[in-house]
């Protein structure tokens, strides 16, 4: 996403990762306890995650806690980081209010061959049924233009990234491929279209759905930071078009609100128009923004969870202000770095977007992310999946 954070198998078994011989299980879980870690891919080890915790025998054997498929009603769909152990927590204590799990997620080396901790762990928190794996053109750190063009133009380059795609997706076990290509250049619009249609080819067979992350955009625009994104186009290519409704106001720009109620319809009512509204999941931000008023001190920007956001007004004695028109809370207060002015979402800003996405009959809503949360929103999702109201 575009914020900064706090072989084939038998095709009957198409979404199920071989399984492993039982010795091989055992030699993994024990290794696993002697390194403190869960494994490697590519070169890079995964995040620290306590290695008796039973979850690690779960994710190798590909047994699950929550093992219900997706709804067939209104979604809510959720970012898993591996980076912060609370997401972690979080899809553990809440999978069975989520209809998707969208692992966050593989960029790509200079070559195409995909790069990314090996996300196996979640293999024992929710069904294949229900993950959905990110690659993104990601390179230290941020959205890379330069990689994207070459994944997109060069035929070598794309060949090896979509048979990574291909392989992981096979190894990880998932219902589905998410790409969120970002900063694309504009010249490579077109390509980009032709990509992800290369993409559903291979895909499809497999019974693997692909989607995609786009950036909010409120007419066909060609240039920014979304540009690239053909949302016509696409939109009739790929299975689900998660609209990435935030960073209206970003952090390294002026203080606003993140996604205002009236931007967010904006955006949907833009989207609607060019596919079909069941196809779209409204991007919903669980974060907000807080920014130093002197230009100077831009450096100290930071994002925070919502309930870090209120523990932070509160600590500095700041008066929190809802704003009825923006769906969001604004708060002014003074730190040791100077005047912070702070504009992030409650328990009210959800419910708005929850209905916003009911009223327009789009498929449901993703948040971005998990573990931000304050734990009550929890039991507001779940109400809502099971009865959705305008």
Known sequence: MSLPDPGQPNPLHRHRPRRRAGWAVLAAVLAAAITGAGGFLLGQRTAPHPPFDLLWLRAYLDRPLD??????????????????????????????????????????????????RDQTLIRGVTSHQKRVLLFGNFSDGGFDPDLAHRILTDPAVQERAMASILAEADRLGVAGVQIDFENVPPEDRAAYTQFL???????????????????????????????????????????????????????????GPVASLEWTEQVVRYAIGVMPSQKILLGVPFYGYEWAADPELAGTNAAYGPGRMQRRAAEFGAEVVWDPVHAENRAVFLTDEGERIAWFPDERSLEAKLRLAYQYNLKGIAVWRVGLEPDEWWHRLGEFRRNPVK
């Open 67 to 116: 093992t219900a498929p997706p709804g067939e009603g209104f979604w809510i769909a959720g970012y898993y980081v591996d980076y912060d152990s609370d997401s972690l927590e979080a899809v553990r204590q809440n999978a069975h209010h989520l209809d998707q799990v969208i692992v966050f997620g593989y960029g790509f080396d200079w070559e195409g061959n995909a790069v990314g």
């Open 197 to 255: 249609r290369r993409l559903k080819e291979r895909l499809e067979p497999l019974g693997l759905t692909l989607s995609v992350a786009a950036a909010a955009k409120t007419s066909d625009t060609t240039t920014g930071w979304g540009g690239a994104t053909d949302y016509a186009a696409v939109g009739q290519i790929v299975d689900h078009f998660y609209l990435m409704a935030y960073d209206q106001h970003w952090l390294g720009g002026e203080p």
